[in-house]
């Protein structure tokens, strides 16, 4: 049934029984099963033990339900390779040990390594061979930008100040790091997609921190090269931003199949700037998850209401779910977006 997951035809805008859901972030701190087993291993034990990774990426899809499974990985694995060390900080997220900062920073950056991230794509095999066409199976990286801003900043920041620096006084400097970001990512997708993966998504989770003429000038070329270079490995792409009302249009631009919407606009709002030419996914508030199920089913109807049953929606989140997030509330949205579907066709 591979290629006929109700996921995949929503990506591809195809007519679907009922609007697919799955969730970013689906596997992570707020589910038990992930606890426990982060209690033995490290997040990036766990991301280099694809037996572990299958693991997670499964028990997660099949506890709630949804209709696809993202591989158990993080956003910052090319960086290894790359030739930055990092590692997760409690309490404090990422910290790249020497950031770049300056043009021999970026010329001494790897990019004959890719091979290395090979223990996703085995990862994805197992997921695959687990679900066999029934779920659609996700693979993802990050886009240039927001990869470039965690090599550059260090970590996570609030105004990318060391990023954009560099965007402005050395365009060569910048232009050679997301050269060489494209390269390394275009590899490591196709492992992914030769492993199995249905759909990539490409996370620009921060590019939102850019103004429209500097998005226009220092991320879209480089982030449209990628989403091209995957769609021609014969796989539909989804590109995810947060705090990008004002950069939709040129975001669809790339010609990515499916655009991941934020829920600081309404999703029929967020659709009509992408353009009725892209699938979208979104765009519940995660925070959302800790309401009442009468408000949390509002939220969820306003959505599918915007949405309106056009072919080409995923219902999703607009950002990952967060920790102490009740799962069971999680589930009763999977329930709810099921029901909408079941209702609609009697
Ligand atoms: O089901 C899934 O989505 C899990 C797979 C996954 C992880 N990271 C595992 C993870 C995915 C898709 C990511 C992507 C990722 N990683 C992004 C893009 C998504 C987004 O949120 O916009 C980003 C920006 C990162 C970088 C990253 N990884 C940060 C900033 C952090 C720390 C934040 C925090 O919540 O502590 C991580 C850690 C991380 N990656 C966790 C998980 C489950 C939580 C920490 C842990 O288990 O120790």
């Known amino acids: 049934m591979t290629g006929e997951s109700r996921f995949l035809r929503a990506c591809l805008r195809q007519p679907v029984d009922r609007t697919p859901v799955w969730f970013l972030r689906q596997a992570g701190r707020y589910m038990q099963e992930y606890r426990e087993v982060r209690r033995h291993h490290t997040l990036v034990e766990i991301c280099k033990q694809p037996e572990l990774a299958a693991d997670v990426t499964i028990t997660a899809a099949e506890k709630l339900g949804v209709d696809a499974a993202i591989i158990f990985a993080d956003l910052l694995l090319p960086l290894e390779p790359m030739g930055l060390d990092f590692e997760f900080q409690a309490g404090e997220g990422p910290v790249v040990h020497r950031p770049v ?12 390594r890719a ?14 061979a687990h679900f066999r066409g029934q779920l659609g199976i996700i ?12 090599m550059i900043e260090g970590g996570s920041s609030r105004s990318y100040i060391e990023t954009k620096k560099m965007m402005y006084r050395d365009p060569s400097a910048w232009n050679l790091l997301l050269e060489k970001l494209v390269a390394v990512l275009t590899a490591y997708c196709r492992q992914q997609v030769e492993a199995g993966a249905d759909v990539i998504q490409i996370f620009d989770s ?26 021609e490995m014969g796989v539909p792409v989804i590109y995810f931003g947060v705090e990008t009302a ?20 309404p999703l029929d709002e967020g659709w009509r700037a992408v353009g009725a030419g892209h699938a979208v996914q979104g765009n519940l508030d ?10 949390l089913e509002e939220r969820v109807r306003e959505v599918l209401r915007a949405a309106a049953g056009r072919p080409g929606h995923i219902f999703n989140l607009g950002h990952g779910i967060v920790p102490g997030t009740p799962v069971e509330n999680v589930q009763a949205v999977v329930r709810m977006v099921k029901e909408a579907g079941n209702r609609n066709r009697e």
């Open 206 to 231: 921060w590019v939102g921190s850019l103004s429209l003429s500097d998005y226009r000038e220092y991320a879209f070329e480089a982030s449209k090269r990628l989403v091209r270079a995957v769609q």
């Open 101 to 112: 900062r300056s043009a021999p920073d970026v010329l001494a950056l790897r990019t004959d």
């Open 246 to 265: 004002g950069l939709l249009p040129q975001m669809a631009a790339t010609g990515a199949d499916v655009i991941g919407l934020d829920w600081r606009q």
């Open 139 to 150: 693979g993802f990286c990050g886009a240039p930008f927001t990869l470039a801003s965690y």
């Open 115 to 128: 091979g290395e991230l090979e223990y996703v794509a085995r990862a994805i095999e197992k997921v695959a």
């Open 286 to 295: 995660p925070v959302t998850l800790f309401a009442p199920l009468e408000v």
